[in-house]
Every structure is written in structure tokens, then in C-alpha cells.
């Protein structure tokens, strides 16, 4: 790997130096403060005041919608993950087949991928309103329905369609990965198994599934950490409204230190968050050292 | 060329199939499919309960009326209607009606000739379905007993004309569904409550023309306004029964039955994809040319703006949107240029050089990708206001650059990793010195995969909506993403111009997102873990 040049010791570092100034300062930096804040005490006004332990933390977990919040927040990753992932599998086997049109299919996969999520929840906003949204006027129009049904009766369902623009936002990222992933099995794997007599499933379990798994993984991976993070959908769509009882932890995060101007619950609850995050990049850093250990 | 009478033997069967695919919908559009009832004869009895004697002979008399018109060969039914109210001296009277109404039914056939938009539509189905058959025949004439791979040019041309014109009616028949559902709801009783007066007396003739063959004549007006048409939902079967014939028409084309079931499942997969994830883009289109009336109307029936308006697009200049857009092209192009800046050196020295720490260093950026500012919003804002930072785009820049430093290394050095340092090592040695020979020999040989980080990193720092809400305060220094939302407040959201301005920001993300496509996913899991 290395030119076999002379190079002086410290010369790497110099390199580095751009990129590690960058990521210290706006993102290191940051980390810190908040760690700091967690533990201090912030008058309204956010003033910072003296050390006090972990009242914050105390505080935060007391807070009364701290509970249904947490759970708002397993369910938000389980299901948009989970539930993305399968579909994303699906669309990617299909999509791997040879058929006309292939290219269109894949280029309009791209959109959801590319556009911003503000404006792909204000979409889903508008689509789903029950006095004038484009839903009921497709169905009514296809007379499918006789009369304009309400698609936002309840808190419920209003988290149901938070997930389900979740799900429409994520899915084409786990496709291409998926995608990149098939593309790069040799097709005469297939063919011996053919011979061999091996059916669709037969080959879908023993050939496709471990040969995709490691861009399954970073992909799962990566979206856990995506949607644990994903801030525009619930805030477009609710605003965690009624009273918090959408949140998840991001927005409530959001709700509580810039609306609520309780900062100090707020940074404890950024770190329990952060703390989270951590355990999911580990994993992840575990599995893609395992990987590079491989090649 | 060897004939096959087991090939001869499938194409007939499938053909048979294609054939009763098409018999079986001419006989769906031969069944009712919108049904009314016009009252012939009414009669009223007041001071009326129902199972006394006057009750007993108001329904004898219209029931004789009713056996009238059924001798007439007249499809009559007698419904009773029962008033009861307390009058003002706390007695109760009731008046009970007798309605004797006459039940109409009209099928496909009936729109022929009658000059409504969907009868233009029916003659189009109608036309293919024709059209196919007669593909399918010239396409099997002379080669019936062919293997698939004998087939002469003209034969294959015709077979697959013939699954394309099935699609094409296939598709026509929920077009021709939305244009009566919407005749008979929206302008019916648009023009029945005298909402809409231009072009009334036109569409009444051809509603009488259509409904009682022009023999209402003057009085055609008041029937329509109590006129209820039921449309039943039998019209769907056409789709499945057209699918048969579809079905059919592949098979002959591919030859395998099994083979081309599949197939076809696949393509209805596929376009039903396309069409969900099309369907948030449609009403943002639709949504952004119409006007704001239309775009709150509770019961709009249309499928397009009536009248485009392209004032909304100039109407959201004036507001503000063509600085939103600077402004987030500024931040955007700026943050992509200091992560390249700093990410191209760090991605070199990470792929070339050998030196203590380097995993650390790797672990240390893409650590910093697992965080989304969200979780650290707090902090930044604490930076940002010491920097003196707060509301400038500068911070904003500073940030989205940071924050995409990650995947910009990870994106890079996949790059840098797969380009052998051969060439490299030649301009080090001619005496170019280490950035020599990255910028001159390095870079530019690593184009595509530098482009594809930077388009990346680009639509990133474009899309990014959480850290610009809370660092820009003032209305001139928003980005586009926060600017949309100004369209929207606590009682009027403006719909249109909200979807106009998005629809200015999506359409060039987009187009840059699809030329990296292929280049970013396999970048995304491979490219990083190369070592």
C-alpha cells in the first residue's frame, strides 16, 4: 500500500489535518458542550449555571411524556426499519430480473432517495387530509368510496401514516444497496444450482441471502441510525401533537429545548440519545471491521 | 423449418383463451351498469297511518298504476315514503306517498354516438380490443406451429403490437371509469345548482340523448336535479377479464405459459412500485398549478388543475423563493467544496499512506456520520452563538460540511482504494512531489467516483431542514427547504405555493441524483470497506 517512498513521519497527520479540524470543532465540539450542559444547570433564558449531578437526568426521566415518547420511538425504528427492509428486498429482486423498462423502474425508484423529507412529508400532509386531500378525491373519483373517509380519525393512525411516509422515504436506499449487492454475485452460481436441481427458494436461501448479507447489514445498520434521527417526517406531519403523544425522542428533543425552553432535560435526554446512537455505530463498526477483515 | 404439432396444439389453446378473454368483456358491457329510477306517478294520501284502511287503498291504487305500465313492458316499482309530524296542537298526522318510478339501466352500448367525453374513450377500447384480434390473427397466420424462435420478423411484431394494445385498453378503462364518475357526480350537480351556467344547455341535450334517448326534450332540466344514478361496480371485471386476454397474448408471444404468468406479475409488480412512489410527485405537480380554491376544494373531482396557472410560479418569486433557492445554493455548493477540500487530502492519506492510527482516525469520521445534528442541536447552537455564527449561512455552510465529511471520506478513498498507484508512483519518481501527483495524476483519474462524492454531499447540504430551522432566524437568510414552510401557517395553508416552491426544489436534485445512481450504491456498501 504505501509508495515505498520517503516520506516523513508526521506527513500522513498533515493530511489529515483538514478533515479532522472539520469534524473536531463542528461535530466533537458540540458532543462535548452537551455532555457539559447535561450536568449543569440552564436557567430558562438558557443561561448555563453551576455543576449539579445528574438532576438533569432525573428530571428528564420524569417528565410525563417521557414514557410514551420511548415507546413512540421503538416502534418509529422497529417498523420503518423492518418493515423497509422487507419491501426494499422484495423491490430489489424483482428489479434484478431482465426486463424492459429496467432503467425507468430504477430511475424512478430514485425520487423518494433524493428528495428532501420536509417535502415528502408535506406531500403525504396534504395527500392524507380528510376536507380536501388527494386521497379521497383518487378514490372518490375511481368510485371506490362513496364518501371522503377520514384518514387521520386519531393520534393512532395519524403515527401509522408518520411510519408508512417512513417506510416510502427509506426503502429505495435499501433497494440499491440490495441492488449493488445482487449485481455483484457471479450468475454462474445460479446456473450450477439450476443444474442441480435447485428451486426458486432453494436458491433464494443459499446463494442470494448470504452473498447479500453484508450490504443487507450496512444497510440495516445505517437506516436504524437514519430513522433513529429522522426529524422532518413527525415534525411536517403532527408536531407530535397531541401532546406528545407522536413524538418520538428526536422531535421531543426539539419540542422540549426550543419550544418548552426546558433546556436541561432536554441535553440530559440528547445524551441518553446519543448514548443510544453510540451502541448502534459500535455495532456497526463492529460488523464493517469483520467485513474488511474478510477481504 | 421443422413443425411442431404440440406448439400447434398450446398457440391454439391460447388463442381460444384470448378470444373468451374478449367475449367474456363484451358480455360485462352488455350488463347494466348505471342504473336511475324516474318517478312516473305519485300519490299522496295525508291524514295517513300506515296499516289503516286509506293506507290499504292509496297502495292498491298505485300498485294498479304500476301493473299499467309492467303490461307495457316497463320495468316499474312502487316505493312508499311516510311524513309523521306533531302539530302544533300535539297531534300527529302523517302523509305517506306512493311513488311509482320507472327503473332505467344503461350498459356500454348505450354511449355509443351520445357525444359524452367518455364515450370517445369507450370507442377506443372498444377499437383496440377489435385491433388485437385482428393483430393476433396475422400474427398467428402462418406460423402456428412454430417453435418461438422460428418466428419471422412480421410475426413478432404483431404478437407484441397485440400485448401493447391490450395494455393500452387495460389502462383506458379506469380513464373511462373517471370520466363518468365524474360527469354524472360533479358536473351534474354543478350545473344543477346552477353553479356553472356555461355550456349548460349542451350538456343537458346530450344527458337527455344519453338517458332517454331526447325524449325529455324542455322538461329534461327538472328530471336531471332529482335524478340519483347508481353506477355499479361490475365495470372493475373488465380489467380482469381483459387481463385473460392479455395473458394470453403474452404467452404466444414467449411461449411458455408458467414462464410468461411470471412474467407478468413481475411487470404488474414493477408498475404498481412506479406508480406508488409517483403518486406524492403527481399531486405536488397538480397541486402546484392550481389555484388555491381548487386546492382546498372538498369535493374537486379532477384528475388536472382545471386551468393550469402558471402565475403561481411567478407569484412565488415575488415571495421570496429565488433567494431561498441562492441561498441554498450557497450553502449547499459551499459546504460541498470545503468537504471535497478537506475530504480529498484525508481520503489520499487514508488510501496510500501507511501511519499509526489509522483506524482510529477512520473509526473517529465515521462515528461522526452516526449523528444526525438533531441529537446535538443544543450544542451546536451553544457553538454557533460563540462563533458568532447564529443566522448566517456561513455556520450553516460550516456545518452541512462537517456533517458530510464523513461519507465524503468513506466515498473517496472506496475510489482512491480501487485506481492503482502505479501512475502515481511514476510522476513521484519524475520529481512531481507528493500533491503533484494527486492533483495531476490522481484526480483526475478518479473523476467519476469525485463527482459522484460531491453530487452526494451537494444534495445533502440542498435537503437539510433541522439544523437550518434553528440557526436562521430572518426570513432572507432561509434556505429553500425552510423557506417552503413560510407558505404554511396556524389558519391558511397555501398550498399551491407551497408545492410550486417544492417543486423548484426537488426537479434539479433529482435529475443530479439519477447520474450517480449507479456510481453511489456500490460506493455506499463496498466502497468504504475496501482495504
Given at each position: 500500500?504505501?509508495?515505498?517512498?520517503?516520506?516523513?513521519?508526521?506527513?500522513?497527520?498533515?493530511?489529515?489535518?483538514?478533515s479532522t479540524l472539520l469534524v473536531s470543532v463542528f461535530v466533537l465540539f458540540p458532543i462535548l458542550i452537551v455532555f457539559?450542559?447535561?450536568?449543569?444547570?440552564?436557567?430558562?433564558?438558557?443561561?448555563?449555571?453551576?455543576?449539579?449531578?445528574?438532576?438533569?437526568?432525573?428530571?428528564?426521566?420524569?417528565?410525563?411524556?417521557?414514557?410514551?415518547?420511548?415507546?413512540?420511538?421503538?416502534?418509529?425504528?422497529?417498523?420503518?426499519?423492518?418493515?423497509?427492509?422487507?419491501?426494499?428486498?422484495?423491490?430489489?429482486?424483482?428489479?434484478?430480473?431482465?426486463?424492459?423498462?429496467?432503467?425507468?423502474?430504477?430511475?424512478i425508484l430514485v425520487f423518494p432517495w433524493a428528495t428532501s423529507l420536509v417535502i415528502q412529508a408535506s406531500v403525504w400532509?396534504?395527500?392524507?387530509?380528510?376536507?380536501?386531500?388527494?386521497?379521497?378525491?383518487?378514490?372518490?373519483?375511481?368510485?371506490?368510496?362513496?364518501?371522503?373517509?377520514?384518514?387521520?380519525s386519531s393520534y393512532q393512525v395519524e403515527f401509522i401514516w408518520e411510519c408508512w411516509v417512513g417506510i416510502f422515504v427509506?426503502?429505495?436506499?435499501?433497494?440499491?444497496?440490495?441492488?449493488?449487492?445482487?449485481?455483484?454475485?457471479?450468475?454462474?452460481?445460479?446456473?450450477?444450482?439450476?443444474?442441480?436441481?435447485?428451486?426458486?427458494?432453494?436458491?433464494?436461501?443459499?446463494?442470494?441471502?448470504?452473498?447479500?448479507?453484508?450490504?443487507?447489514?450496512?444497510?440495516?445498520?445505517?437506516?436504524?441510525?437514519?430513522?433513529?434521527?429522522?426529524?422532518?417526517?413527525?415534525?411536517?406531519?403532527?408536531?407530535?401533537?397531541?401532546?406528545?403523544?407522536?413524538?418520538?425522542?428526536?422531535?421531543?428533543?426539539?419540542?422540549?429545548?426550543?419550544?418548552?425552553?426546558?433546556?436541561?432535560?432536554?441535553?440530559?435526554?440528547?445524551?441518553?440519545?446519543?448514548?443510544?446512537?453510540?451502541?448502534?455505530?459500535?455495532?456497526?463498526?463492529?460488523?464493517?471491521?469483520?467485513?474488511?477483515?474478510?477481504? | 423449418?421443422?413443425?411442431?404439432?404440440?406448439?400447434?396444439?398450446?398457440?391454439?389453446?391460447?388463442?381460444?383463451?384470448?378470444?373468451?378473454?374478449?367475449?367474456?368483456?363484451?358480455?360485462?358491457?352488455?350488463?347494466?351498469?348505471?342504473?336511475?329510477?324516474?318517478?312516473?306517478?305519485?300519490?299522496?294520501?295525508?291524514?295517513?297511518?300506515?296499516?289503516?284502511?286509506?293506507?290499504?287503498?292509496?297502495?292498491?291504487?298505485?300498485?294498479?298504476?304500476?301493473?299499467?305500465?309492467?303490461?307495457?313492458?316497463?320495468?316499474?316499482?312502487?316505493?312508499?315514503?311516510?311524513?309523521?309530524?306533531?302539530?302544533?296542537?300535539?297531534?300527529?298526522?302523517?302523509?305517506?306517498?306512493?311513488?311509482?318510478?320507472?327503473?332505467?339501466?344503461?350498459?356500454?352500448?348505450?354511449?355509443?354516438?351520445?357525444?359524452?367525453?367518455?364515450?370517445?374513450?369507450?370507442?377506443?377500447?372498444?377499437?383496440?380490443?377489435?385491433?388485437?384480434?385482428?393483430?393476433?390473427?396475422?400474427?398467428?397466420?402462418?406460423?402456428?406451429?412454430?417453435?418461438?424462435?422460428?418466428?419471422?420478423?412480421?410475426?413478432?411484431?404483431?404478437?407484441?403490437?397485440?400485448?401493447?394494445?391490450?395494455?393500452?385498453?387495460?389502462?383506458?378503462?379506469?380513464?373511462?371509469?373517471?370520466?363518468?364518475?365524474?360527469?354524472?357526480?360533479?358536473?351534474?350537480?354543478?350545473?344543477?345548482?346552477?353553479?356553472?351556467?356555461?355550456?349548460?344547455?349542451?350538456?343537458?341535450?346530450?344527458?337527455?340523448?344519453?338517458?332517454?334517448?331526447?325524449?325529455?326534450?324542455?322538461?329534461?332540466?327538472?328530471?336531471?336535479?332529482?335524478?340519483?344514478?347508481?353506477?355499479?361496480?361490475?365495470?372493475?371485471?373488465?380489467?380482469?377479464?381483459?387481463?385473460?386476454?392479455?395473458?394470453?397474448?403474452?404467452?404466444?408471444?414467449?411461449?411458455?405459459?408458467?414462464?410468461?404468468?411470471?412474467?407478468?406479475?413481475?411487470?404488474?409488480?414493477?408498475?404498481?412500485?412506479?406508480?406508488?412512489?409517483?403518486?406524492?410527485?403527481?399531486?405536488?405537480?397538480?397541486?402546484?398549478?392550481?389555484?388555491?380554491?381548487?386546492?382546498?376544494?372538498?369535493?374537486?373531482?379532477?384528475?388536472?388543475?382545471?386551468?393550469?396557472?402558471?402565475?403561481?410560479?411567478?407569484?412565488?418569486?415575488?415571495?421570496?423563493?429565488?433567494?431561498?433557492?441562492?441561498?441554498?445554493?450557497?450553502?449547499?455548493?459551499?459546504?460541498?467544496?470545503?468537504?471535497?477540500?478537506?475530504?480529498?487530502?484525508?481520503?489520499?492519506?487514508?488510501?496510500?499512506?501507511?501511519?499509526?492510527?489509522?483506524?482510529?482516525?477512520?473509526?473517529?469520521?465515521?462515528?461522526?456520520?452516526?449523528?444526525?445534528?438533531?441529537?446535538?442541536?443544543?450544542?451546536?447552537?451553544?457553538?454557533?452563538?460563540?462563533?458568532?455564527?447564529?443566522?448566517?449561512?456561513?455556520?450553516?455552510?460550516?456545518?452541512?460540511?462537517?456533517?458530510?465529511?464523513?461519507?465524503?471520506?468513506?466515498?473517496?478513498?472506496?475510489?482512491?482504494?480501487?485506481?492503482?498507484?502505479?501512475?502515481?508512483?511514476?510522476?513521484?519518481?519524475?520529481?512531481?512531489?507528493?500533491?503533484?501527483?494527486?492533483?495531476?495524476?490522481?484526480?483526475?483519474?478518479?473523476?467519476?467516483?469525485?463527482?459522484?462524492?460531491?453530487?452526494?454531499?451537494?444534495?445533502?447540504?440542498?435537503?437539510?431542514?433541522?439544523?437550518?430551522?434553528?440557526?436562521?432566524?430572518?426570513?432572507?437568510?432561509?434556505?429553500?427547504?425552510?423557506?417552503?414552510?413560510?407558505?404554511?401557517?396556524?389558519?391558511?395553508?397555501?398550498?399551491?405555493?407551497?408545492?410550486?416552491?417544492?417543486?423548484?426544489?426537488?426537479?434539479?436534485?433529482?435529475?443530479?441524483?439519477?447520474?450517480?445512481?449507479?456510481?453511489?450504491?456500490?460506493?455506499?456498501?463496498?466502497?468504504?470497506?475496501?482495504?
Amino acid at each position: 500500500m504505501s509508495t515505498g517512498l520517503n516520506r516523513t513521519k508526521w506527513e500522513p497527520y498533515l493530511w489529515l489535518l483538514p478533515s479532522t479540524l472539520l469534524v473536531s470543532v463542528f461535530v466533537l465540539f458540540p458532543i462535548l458542550i452537551v455532555f457539559k450542559l447535561s450536568f449543569s444547570e440552564i436557567s430558562q433564558a438558557g443561561v448555563v449555571g453551576k455543576f449539579i449531578g445528574f438532576d438533569n437526568y432525573v428530571e428528564a426521566l420524569k417528565l410525563p411524556a417521557f414514557k410514551t415518547v420511548m415507546m413512540n420511538t421503538l416502534w418509529w425504528v422497529l417498523s420503518v426499519v423492518i418493515l423497509s427492509t422487507v419491501l426494499g428486498f422484495i423491490i430489489a429482486l424483482v428489479l434484478n430480473q431482465k426486463f424492459r423498462g429496467r432503467k425507468i423502474a430504477h430511475a424512478i425508484l430514485v425520487f423518494p432517495w433524493a428528495t428532501s423529507l420536509v417535502i415528502q412529508a408535506s406531500v403525504w400532509n396534504y395527500i392524507i387530509k380528510y376536507e380536501y386531500g388527494n386521497l379521497n378525491n383518487v378514490l372518490l373519483n375511481l368510485g371506490i368510496i362513496k364518501q371522503a373517509i377520514n384518514f387521520r380519525s386519531s393520534y393512532q393512525v395519524e403515527f401509522i401514516w408518520e411510519c408508512w411516509v417512513g417506510i416510502f422515504v427509506t426503502v429505495p436506499f435499501v433497494t440499491f444497496c440490495v441492488l449493488s449487492g445482487l449485481q455483484s454475485i457471479d450468475v454462474s452460481l445460479y446456473e450450477a444450482a439450476t443444474m442441480d436441481g435447485a428451486g426458486f427458494w432453494h436458491k433464494l436461501r443459499h446463494i442470494t441471502l448470504p452473498l447479500v448479507k453484508p450490504s443487507l447489514t450496512v444497510s440495516t445498520v445505517l437506516n436504524i441510525i437514519y430513522v433513529f434521527n429522522s426529524f422532518p417526517i413527525v415534525y411536517t406531519m403532527t408536531k407530535g401533537a397531541p401532546a406528545h403523544k407522536t413524538d418520538t425522542m428526536i422531535t421531543y428533543l426539539y419540542m422540549l429545548s426550543f419550544y418548552e425552553r426546558k433546556k436541561g432535560p432536554a441535553t440530559a435526554l440528547s445524551v441518553i440519545g446519543f448514548l443510544i446512537l453510540c451502541l448502534c455505530a459500535g455495532i456497526y463498526m463492529v460488523t464493517v471491521m469483520r467485513k474488511e477483515d474478510q477481504q | 423449418m421443422k413443425r411442431y404439432p404440440e406448439i400447434k396444439k398450446q398457440n391454439l389453446r391460447m388463442f381460444v383463451f384470448l378470444v373468451l378473454g374478449l367475449v367474456l368483456s363484451l358480455i360485462l358491457m352488455s350488463l347494466p351498469l348505471y342504473s336511475f329510477d324516474v318517478g312516473v306517478y305519485t300519490k299522496k294520501s295525508a291524514n295517513t297511518f300506515v296499516g289503516d284502511e286509506k293506507y290499504a287503498a292509496a297502495k292498491a291504487e298505485a300498485e294498479a298504476v304500476a301493473e299499467e305500465y309492467r303490461a307495457q313492458g316497463l320495468d316499474v316499482e312502487v316505493s312508499e315514503d311516510v311524513l309523521e309530524r306533531v302539530n302544533s296542537k300535539g297531534k300527529t298526522t302523517s302523509l305517506v306517498t306512493f311513488t311509482v318510478s320507472q327503473r332505467n339501466s344503461k350498459n356500454f352500448w348505450s354511449f355509443l354516438g351520445k357525444d359524452l367525453p367518455s364515450s370517445t374513450a369507450l370507442v377506443c377500447i372498444l377499437g383496440l380490443m377489435a385491433f388485437s384480434l385482428i393483430f393476433t390473427v396475422s400474427g398467428l397466420a402462418g406460423s402456428f406451429d412454430l417453435m418461438h424462435r422460428y418466428l419471422d420478423q412480421r410475426s413478432k411484431i404483431f404478437r407484441s403490437l397485440t400485448i401493447a394494445i391490450l395494455l393500452i385498453a387495460i389502462l383506458l378503462i379506469p380513464v373511462f371509469i373517471l370520466m363518468n364518475n365524474f360527469t354524472f357526480s360533479r358536473q351534474l350537480s354543478l350545473y344543477n345548482s346552477n353553479l356553472v351556467t356555461e355550456g349548460k344547455e349542451l350538456f343537458y341535450a346530450r344527458m337527455d340523448r344519453f338517458l332517454f334517448d331526447g325524449q325529455m326534450g324542455e322538461s329534461i332540466g327538472d328530471v336531471l336535479s332529482g335524478l340519483d344514478i347508481q353506477h355499479s361496480n361490475l365495470i372493475w371485471l373488465l380489467i380482469p377479464t381483459l387481463f385473460i386476454s392479455l395473458l394470453a397474448a403474452f404467452s404466444l408471444r414467449k411461449g411458455e405459459i408458467q414462464s410468461s404468468l411470471l412474467r407478468l406479475c413481475l411487470y404488474v409488480f414493477v408498475i404498481v412500485v412506479c406508480v406508488v412512489t409517483l403518486y406524492p410527485y403527481y399531486v405536488m405537480l397538480i397541486t402546484a398549478f392550481r389555484t388555491n380554491a381548487e386546492s382546498l376544494d372538498m369535493y374537486f373531482l379532477h384528475m388536472f388543475p382545471t386551468k393550469w396557472i402558471w402565475s403561481n410560479l411567478t407569484d412565488i418569486i415575488n415571495r421570496g423563493v429565488p433567494r431561498f433557492l441562492l441561498n441554498s445554493l450557497f450553502v449547499a455548493g459551499g459546504a460541498t467544496l470545503l468537504a471535497m477540500l478537506c475530504g480529498i487530502p484525508a481520503a489520499y492519506a487514508l488510501a496510500r499512506m501507511n501511519f499509526k492510527g489509522k483506524k482510529i482516525f477512520l473509526g473517529y469520521v465515521i462515528m461522526s456520520q452516526m449523528f444526525s445534528p438533531v441529537v446535538l442541536l443544543i450544542g451546536i447552537s451553544q457553538l454557533m452563538t460563540t462563533l458568532h455564527l447564529n443566522n448566517t449561512l456561513w455556520g450553516l455552510m460550516l456545518i452541512n460540511a462537517a456533517f458530510n465529511q464523513a461519507f465524503a471520506i468513506w466515498l473517496l478513498r472506496g475510489t482512491f482504494v480501487s485506481i492503482s498507484s502505479e501512475m502515481e508512483q511514476a510522476a513521484l519518481i519524475d520529481g512531481c512531489g507528493t500533491v503533484g501527483a494527486l492533483t495531476k495524476v490522481l484526480i483526475p483519474m478518479a473523476a467519476p467516483g469525485i463527482v459522484t462524492a460531491l453530487i452526494f454531499v451537494f444534495i445533502n447540504a440542498w435537503n437539510e431542514y433541522t439544523v437550518a430551522t434553528i440557526l436562521i432566524s430572518t426570513a432572507q437568510n432561509r434556505p429553500i427547504t425552510v423557506g417552503i414552510t413560510q407558505f404554511s401557517s396556524f389558519n391558511m395553508i397555501e398550498w399551491q405555493y407551497m408545492f410550486a416552491a417544492s417543486l423548484l426544489a426537488t426537479i434539479p436534485v433529482v435529475v443530479l441524483f439519477m447520474t450517480i445512481e449507479r456510481h453511489l450504491t456500490a460506493g455506499l456498501t463496498s466502497g468504504g470497506v475496501k482495504g
